[in-house]
């Protein structure tokens, strides 16, 4: 998606709660698509992934949800704590100008969570 | 898992000079990257860093400014010529054990102020 600059989406939720992460992504022939948590001063840390032969995958408190039909791409986080403050990413695998496959990233969304 | 790590972490550079950043992963990975991240933007990939042979560009991205190598199945460098203000940013390496862009994991970052 594009960038919105410094602006980035805020999520603002409360301790505890549940936290949705949306993402759109643009290429319906992306076919594996990635959840990235980047902290402060960090690189990307891997989340979770999905094939697009599936529709839900589930780990530890994390769920990514893939929807095909409308591009849609969300990551819910159970139980959110403070160590999940962070920039989230997600990260399609679409064909490049070059022809090759690669990971390309949509534009974030922070989350903030409050004690 | 494998631990990839960058160097220099950070620096700050004038304008006209070249900086060469390192990338070292701790085993063998067949596919290596490397990207640009602008102040509160998202990721974009620069290049593709094949061993043995000319690294893969992105759209609005020339060799002659970022030069790479990729001597080994382990290390990669980038260079980042000629600076200006406007290539401040956070430069990120990641690999990915197979082709096809599969799951990428990320460097710390070297973060480039240009004067």
């Known amino acids: 998606g594009e960038s919105v600059g410094l602006h980035l989406p805020t999520l603002s939720v409360q301790e505890g709660d549940n936290s949705i992460i949306n993402c759109a992504y643009s290429n319906s022939a992306s076919d594996y698509f990635i959840w990235y948590k980047q902290e402060s001063g960090k690189g990307p840390q891997f989340i979770i992934d999905?094939?697009?032969?599936?529709d839900k995958r589930q780990g530890q408190r994390v769920t990514v949800l893939l929807n095909k039909t409308v591009k849609h791409l969300s990551l819910q986080i159970a139980a959110t704590q403070p160590g999940d403050s962070a920039v989230y990413f997600c990260a399609e695998n679409r064909l490049m100008d070059t022809g090759r496959r690669a990971l390309t990233f949509g534009s974030g969304t922070r989350l903030q969570v409050q004690p | 898992s494998a631990v990839i790590s960058q160097k220099p972490s950070r620096d700050i550079c004038q304008r006209g000079t070249s900086l060469t950043i390192q990338c070292q992963v701790d085993s063998q990975v067949t596919m290596m990257f490397w990207y640009r991240q602008q102040p509160g933007q998202s990721l974009t990939l620069i290049a593709t860093?094949?061993?043995?042979?000319?690294?893969?560009?992105e759209s609005g991205f020339v060799i002659d400014k970022f030069p790479i190598s990729r001597p080994n199945l382990t290390f990669s460098t980038l260079t980042v010529s000629n600076m200006s203000p406007e290539d401040s940013s956070i430069y990120l390496c990641s690999f990915a054990r197979a082709a096809g862009a599969d799951t990428q994991y990320f460097g710390p970052g070297t973060r480039l102020t240009v004067l």
């Open positions: 860093a094949n061993q043995g042979s000319e690294a893969t560009y």
């Open positions: 999905i094939r697009s032969n599936m």
